[in-house]
Structures are given as structure tokens and as C-alpha cells.
């Protein structure tokens, strides 16, 4: 097609584009008017700068602890029209290179408006000489790292689930071509949102690169009335010139200390234990006390108690919804099972999974419109369970009563929040016609509402968020819970990968991570304890098997593990986590990862050999984030050895040599702490 010199946006990089009229990329928002027509012209109106942060009504998003801890620029758009505001805001925080972005709506004007697309942010890159960066899987196998040069047209991922989903991470992050690990440009973007969502990447005819990023628009519709606004969820943008790892530093430092939030944010995590892959739903009082000794003994510090505990549930078929205790198995009910818990000198915590209802329950029975359902139509059940109809809020009323009864009664100081099936056949009985789009969304910020509910009336709870292992490990989660069940899959070898991809956004103190029994159940492979908890350690570190059946020996084992887990968590949890050797590069066959205390004088390296090899050739891993004029001592290696020696020259892997298949091996590292030492090559 031809085209003059006339002025089209087709040629200009844009900040919120629309669709329709000389731009024909796909836009940031559409909006449908009344006559049909989905053109609009959003024309600058003011701007404001101020300190701090505002807060996104119903929705989890950044923040800030003093004003001075970010700027945000809020500009007004505005098309006569139709009457209507564009509000895009823009948060800038002084210590991050990060930014966060999201638009809010405002229908000023008579018309109902109709919503068919808002994205939280769009960017128009200077050129697409890019690797898209994105972190996809399934069940079992969650946030495997991948990567993809940019090509012309739109590549993308998504979810059209309900959940943020095992499927795809809502994150992207563009790399320049020649960037890597710690070197190199690349620009981070995440969605504050646990819902559907849509990352996108458009490479035009000019070789432009247009980032889009929001609630998926694939079934999404809202409607406006007259007075009404609409709030998207933020997109956190990250830049850095230290590659990847750079980014995630970013990312684990804004969302350690300025998205989750509350109590426990910045608390020592205890070490817990889950009875869950130790009875499944094979347990009672005596058999659940008998663990909790024994775990007690060895050092542990919480014990929770997992799915099963309630209605008549004895598998997966039935009582989802009825959250009372089954007396049948728990005699003394939940206050009496967690007081006896107590009584041992244990914290208790209990799993929930309050989204959801069983065919074969009370509630179901009692409230059949209660579910997300069509008229008419099957209703197709995963894990022969239904969702609830979270977008209505008596649904969302009567589940916190029964979660708050339980929580007012019993000294329970831990919730595991689980939810473990996506959304089919979506609709809902409360809401009419031309509203039923907007279901998945509002579901959305029901979860948030309820979550918003329970934190503030038990601050001291430690939330934990999980769905059938980590369909949900988003940023929105971590808001309301700090940290999140990674992975159904608790195989070490497997989570080397699971946790390798998980870490390019999420802190270590939000990575749950259990050391379980051999044979794994997910994969049955055999692996020793050292090296389950060596991933584990990486991690908010817990048990979850059978503690009894342990050997003497093993047991000895597991209070080491303990003992060390508690000496170093919480500069482990606060520390920078550095990725070392990739299990998606190469063969994959060696693995590297290490973390370094924010005043950079202990650390710990984790190294892990998938396969063994004979005859290898020698081999060494350069450490990372160390000070190069500290001395450091290896715990069980002979000799001090200078940051930048074990920077730049390596550790060398001498007892890593000829070893067998699933080798780890964890070297902790302490800065000698004498004045006179540290620093004495600077003199
Ligand atoms: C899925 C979770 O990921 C597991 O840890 C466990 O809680 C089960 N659900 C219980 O049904």
C-alpha cells in the first residue's frame, strides 16, 4: 500500500494507542460506544507529578513506605466525545531501576461504555533486535525458562484459565541478542494479577517492538456506566544493564520488600512440615501427633495440616465447602488438634482451598447457583470439584465466615491457600447478559477481597498460596501471601529447573521448598537426602514425609540440615541470589546457583550434577557477587581464599570430580571477620 507523507501513527512511537484510525497495530484499549462505534480520540489534557505511590482500589500493587521512596506521574487523557478520562499513571522508584504502570478509565459522560479491551501498558520500542524471554511449563513442570528471537507479526503468551496458570508466567522480558546471565540490556516486564493475562510483543513493518500487557482481552468485556471506572492491574517494568540476573535482583528486591507486605514480610520463615505427601488423606489425631513429635525433635517448627481435614473427605471426590472438621478423624476438632501442637511446642497451620465446592458437599448442596456455571449447559468438573462464584459477593461473605470461625477459634498460625482447578463453562447467576465477561475478573477481585479480609483481621497468620502445586505464583499472590508452594513436583533434580526459572522473578523467601521421601512421588527417582535439602536450602525451606520412618541416621541428618537452615535463613532470605549455570543451557547436566548476604560476608553456592560422567575433565565455577578485598573461609575446604580469586579464577570442583548421578554439593562461605583481616588487601 502507498504510502504519502501525511501525518500517520502508524509511523510514531505511541504511549496508549488506540485502533481505527492511521495506527494499525493492535492498540492498548478499544472501546465500544453505544452507536457501535469503537473510535475514539484520546488527546492530552494535564499531567501531575507527585511523591509516593497511590494505592489501585481492589487490587495488590507496590507500594511505598515514604513518600520519598518513588515519584508518579499521572497524566489525564481525555476524548470530548464520549466524555471519557484515560488516567495512566506512572510510578518510578528511587532505589530500583523499575517502574510501574497501569491506566484507569473514568466514564464522565451520559452513555454506557463498553470496555472490550484495557491493557495496564503498551511500549513502543526504537527496534525489535530482541529475545523474547518467558517462563512456561505445566503441572509438575512449572516456569521452565524459553526464549525466542522476535520476529515480525505478534508472538505472545497467555492465560485464559481464571488463574495466572502453570501454562505461562505473566511475565516477559525482552534481552538484546548478545546478552546473558550478568551482562547485556534487557527490560523485565510483570503483571501485578493472578487472573487471566496477555504478554505480548508486536514486531512491525518498521521493525518496531510493541510490548502490550493486561488482562487478557480473549472473552473480556466490562461495561462502564455512566460515573463508573475501571482500575487494570499494574505492569512492574524492570530495566537492567546486568542481564538477566540483574533484572531478577531487581525483582526480588522491590517484590521482597515492597509487594508482599505485612507481619511475616520480612520475618524468619519457620521450618514447617506437611503431612500431605507423608498420609495424603490417609491420617488421624494419632497418626498426625505422632509426626508432629517426632518432627518437633528434630527441630521443626510449624506443622500443617493439608487437605482432608474436613466434611467427610477421604479423597479427592467430596466436602470441598465444607470447612468443619471431621470428627471421625480429628476427635478434638482443630482447636484441640492444634492446641496439642502447641502443647509440643510446635506452631499449627492448615490448608484451605476456599474457591472452590464439591459436587457431593453441604454447600453445594444448599447453594447449587453458588458455582460458575452456564444455564443449560454440562458443567465440566476438574478434580471432581466446581468453582465458586467469587464474583458475587455473598459467596465471598459466607466463605470468610467459615474461614474466619476457624481462624477466631483455634491458635492456627500458618494457612496454605490452594486452588487446584481452572475455569470452564464461565458464568454467573448474579450477573445479566451483557455483564457475564466480566466474570474471570471480578472472580479475580473476589480472591483479593477475601485474601484482603483475612490478612487484615489475622496479621499474624503466614499465608501461603498454591494451586495444585504453582498454577498461581504471581506477583498478585505475593502481596497477600509472601510466600508460595513452587511445585507439586518435589523431585531435586527436577526442581532444579522449576526453581532455576522461578527465581528469575521471585525472592527466595517466597519459594516453597520441601525436602520429601525417595522414591520421589512424581518422577520415583531416587536421590540422596543431602541433595533434596541442598535444592530445598535455596528456598523457605520445610519437610514434607513421613518423619518416623526415618532411620537414626537419617534422622541425625535432618536435624543438621535444620540446624543449619536456621543459623543462615535469614540472610539467605535477604540475601542476592545469583544464577550461575543453567539447567535450560549447554546439556544441562551441571547446575549452579548462589546467594550472598546483603553485607556480602557469608554466602552459599549449591552445586548439582544431574548425570555423572567418567572420566571428566576438570571443572570450576566462578562465584559471583563477592567483595573482592574479603577473605573468605569454605566451610570444610583448607585454606582462605580472596572474593576475587573465587571470582574470577573459580572454585575448583575437585571433590565434585568422578562423582555419580544426582551429586550436590553446598560450600558455605564466611568472610573472616577480624578487622584486621577484612579488607587487609586494600592496605
Ligand atoms: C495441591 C497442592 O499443590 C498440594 O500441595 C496439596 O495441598 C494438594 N493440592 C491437596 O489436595
Redesign the pocket.
Known amino acids: 500500500m502507498y504510502e504519502g507523507d501525511s501525518f500517520s501513527l502508524d509511523t510514531l512511537k505511541q504511549e496508549y494507542p488506540s485502533y481505527g484510525t492511521t495506527d494499525f497495530r493492535e492498540p492498548a484499549f478499544q472501546i465500544l460506544q453505544e452507536n457501535g462505534s469503537r473510535i475514539t480520540n484520546f488527546e492530552y489534557q494535564h499531567h501531575k507529578i507527585y511523591k509516593g505511590k497511590p494505592k489501585l482500589e481492589g487490587l495488590p500493587a507496590t507500594y511505598v513506605e515514604k513518600g520519598e521512596e518513588a515519584i508518579t506521574l499521572e497524566i489525564s487523557l481525555y476524548d470530548k466525545l464520549i466524555d471519557t478520562e484515560i488516567q495512566l499513571l506512572y510510578t518510578v522508584f528511587s532505589e530500583w531501576n523499575a517502574l510501574a504502570r497501569s491506566a484507569r478509565v473514568v466514564n464522565h459522560g451520559q452513555q454506557a461504555l463498553n470496555l472490550t479491551r484495557i491493557m495496564s501498558a503498551s511500549i513502543d520500542f526504537f527496534d525489535s533486535q530482541f529475545e523474547m524471554v518467558h517462563l512456561s511449563g505445566s503441572w509438575g513442570r512449572e516456569r521452565y525458562v524459553k526464549m525466542r528471537k522476535l520476529q515480525p507479526g505478534i508472538q505472545s503468551i497467555s492465560s485464559t484459565r481464571g488463574a495466572s496458570s502453570s501454562q505461562h508466567n505473566p511475565f516477559i522480558a525482552l534481552k538484546r541478542p548478545d546478552a546473558t546471565e550478568h551482562r547485556g540490556e534487557v527490560y523485565g516486564f510483570s503483571l501485578v494479577y493472578s487472573g487471566n493475562f496477555l504478554a505480548q510483543v508486536e514486531v512491525d513493518h518498521y521493525d518496531v517492538a510493541r510490548v502490550t500487557m493486561g488482562i487478557h482481552l480473549f472473552d473480556f468485556n466490562w461495561l462502564l456506566g455512566q460515573g463508573e471506572s475501571f482500575q487494570t492491574p499494574e505492569v512492574v517494568m524492570v530495566y537492567s544493564d546486568q542481564g538477566l540476573n540483574g533484572m531478577s535482583q531487581t525483582y526480588h528486591q522491590l517484590y521482597r520488600t515492597r509487594l508482599a507486605k505485612g507481619y511475616w514480610r520480612d520475618k524468619e520463615r519457620p521450618v514447617l512440615i506437611?503431612n500431605?505427601e507423608a498420609t495424603y488423606f490417609h491420617f488421624d489425631e494419632e497418626k498426625l501427633i505422632k509426626i508432629a513429635k517426632t518432627a518437633k525433635e528434630l527441630g521443626i517448627e510449624l506443622f500443617v495440616l493439608?487437605?482432608?481435614w474436613f466434611g467427610k473427605r477421604n479423597d479427592?471426590k467430596t466436602s470441598l465447602g465444607d470447612w468443619f472438621v471431621n470428627n471421625r478423624k480429628l476427635p478434638s476438632g482443630i482447636t484441640g488438634l492444634a492446641q496439642k501442637i502447641n502443647d509440643l511446642g510446635m506452631k499449627f497451620g492448615l490448608?484451605f482451598?476456599p474457591e472452590m465446592v464439591s459436587k457431593d458437599s453441604r454447600l453445594y448442596e444448599q447453594h447449587p447457583d453458588w458455582v460458575i456455571k452456564v444455564p443449560g449447559r454440562r458443567m465440566s468438573q476438574g478434580r471432581n470439584q466446581y468453582v465458586l462464584d467469587f464474583s458475587r459477593k455473598e459467596v465471598v461473605d459466607h466463605i470468610y465466615g467459615m474461614m474466619a470461625q476457624i481462624l477466631r477459634e483455634a491458635p492456627i498460625s500458618y494457612v496454605?491457600w490452594?486452588m487446584?482447578r481452572y475455569m470452564t463453562e464461565i458464568g454467573s447467576a448474579d450477573l445479566p447478559p451483557e455483564r457475564q465477561r466480566e466474570v474471570p475478573h471480578r472472580y479475580i477481585l473476589g480472591v483479593y477481597d477475601l485474601y484482603e479480609r483475612l490478612t487484615t483481621e489475622f496479621p499474624h497468620v503466614l499465608f501461603e498460596s498454591?494451586?495444585?502445586?504453582g498454577a498461581r505464583f504471581d506477583p498478585g499472590m505475593l502481596y497477600y501471601a509472601p510466600q508460595t508452594?513452587t511445585s507439586?513436583n518435589t523431585d531435586a533434580i527436577e526442581r532444579l529447573k522449576i526453581q532455576y526459572g522461578t527465581s528469575f522473578l521471585y525472592p527466595l523467601s517466597a519459594i516453597g521448598a520441601h525436602v520429601t521421601s525417595v522414591p520421589n512421588h512424581q518422577v520415583k527417582r531416587i536421590t540422596s537426602l543431602e541433595a533434596r535439602a541442598h535444592v530445598a536450602f535455596f528456598g523457605v525451606f520445610g519437610y514434607e514425609l513421613d518423619v518416623t520412618k526415618l532411620s537414626e541416621k537419617d534422622k541425625q541428618k535432618v536435624k543438621e540440615q535444620i540446624v543449619f537452615y536456621k543459623k543462615n535463613r535469614k540472610w539467605i532470605m535477604n540475601g542476592t541470589f545469583y544464577r550461575i549455570r543453567s539447567p535450560f543451557e549447554d546439556d544441562g547436566n551441571i547446575v549452579s546457583w548462589m546467594v550472598v548476604s546483603e553485607d556480602q560476608k557469608e554466602a552459599l553456592v549449591g552445586y548439582y550434577q544431574v548425570l555423572g560422567t567418567a572420566n571428566p575433565g576438570f571443572s570450576r565455577i566462578l562465584l559471583k557477587g563477592l567483595r573482592t578485598d574479603y577473605e573468605y573461609e569454605i566451610e570444610g575446604i583448607d585454606g582462605t581464599y580472596f572474593g576475587d580469586e573465587l571470582m574470577y579464577v573459580g572454585l575448583l570442583l575437585e571433590d565434585a570430580k568422578g562423582k555419580g548421578d544426582f551429586y550436590s554439593k553446598i560450600y558455605k562461605l564466611k568472610a573472616i571477620q577480624s578487622d584486621e583481616k577484612v579488607g587487609m588487601k586494600n592496605r
Open positions: 506437611n500431605w493439608d487437605d482432608g479427592s490448608w482451598e496454605k490452594d487446584n498454591c494451586a495444585a502445586g508452594w507439586d
